[in-house]
T-cell receptor, first 113, second 110 residues
């Protein structure tokens, strides 16, 4: 079974620029999550999709972050404009459905200069 | 905001001993709990899930859940240097939210 695929693995941009991350979940997994993990902290949920609908985006900074999962499969997360405090690893995870164990992708390490 | 709390460590355990990791949570109605292991520079990987009171064993790992006291723990028997990592506790809360603790750093000394 193929795991969760994410790209790119690394990204370096300057503040105020925009960036986008892509995620393809495990086949058949209905629930998709985007997390932000700052060094030394646990993952912080940004947004959770169930199929192509948003279940929880309460911690997503909506003035600069957006995410979509149009066909209920792969997803993109965008930051525009980026701030220095957005430097983190962005993790995508999927699960069969809500409440089930999650499987994580390798993450994207974002550095803002 | 419901919380999941873990001691950040580091917890240092000699090789071959039992490592005990603990986690407390504030949502009395939470039903599902997960332990993940995260090596430095890597993404979290699932070790165990536990849904009911009591113990659940899988190889060298045992998860323990006590809903009355609102804690969940992970025991690692016969600790190996390869067990050195950060261990993350997570709950699936009554509000259908996944909440992670900040993790406990475990170091197994030879």
């Amino acid at each position: 079974e193929a795991g969760v695929a994410q790209s790119p693995r690394y990204k370096i941009i300057e503040k105020r620029q925009s960036v986008a991350f892509w995620c393809n979940p495990i086949s058949g997994h209905a629930t998709l999550y985007w997390y932000q993990q700052i060094l030394g902290q646990g993952p912080k949920l940004l947004i959770q999709f169930q199929n192509n609908g948003v279940v929880d985006d309460s911690q997503l900074p909506k003035d600069r972050f957006s995410a979509e999962r149009l066909k209920g499969v792969d997803s993109t997360l965008k930051i525009q404009p980026a701030k220095l405090e957005d430097s983190a690893v962005y993790l995508c995870a999927s699960s069969q459905t809500r409440g089930k164990p999650q499987h994580f992708g390798d993450g994207t390490r974002l550095s803002i200069l | 905001q419901k919380e999941v709390e873990q001691n950040s460590g580091p917890l240092s355990v000699p090789e071959g001993a039992i490592a005990s990791l603990n986690c407390t949570y504030s949502d009395r109605v939470s039903q599902s709990f997960f332990w993940y292991r995260q090596y430095s520079g890597k993404s979290p990987e699932l070790i165990m899930s536990i849904y009911s009171n009591g113990d659940k064993e899988d190889g060298r790992f045992t998860a323990q859940l006590n809903k009355a006291s609102q804690y969940v723990s992970l025991l690692i028997r016969d600790s190996q240097p390869s067990d050195s990592a950060t261990y993350l506790c997570a709950e699936y809360s009554s509000a259908s939210k996944i909440i992670f603790g900040s993790g406990t750093r475990l170091s197994i000394r030879p």
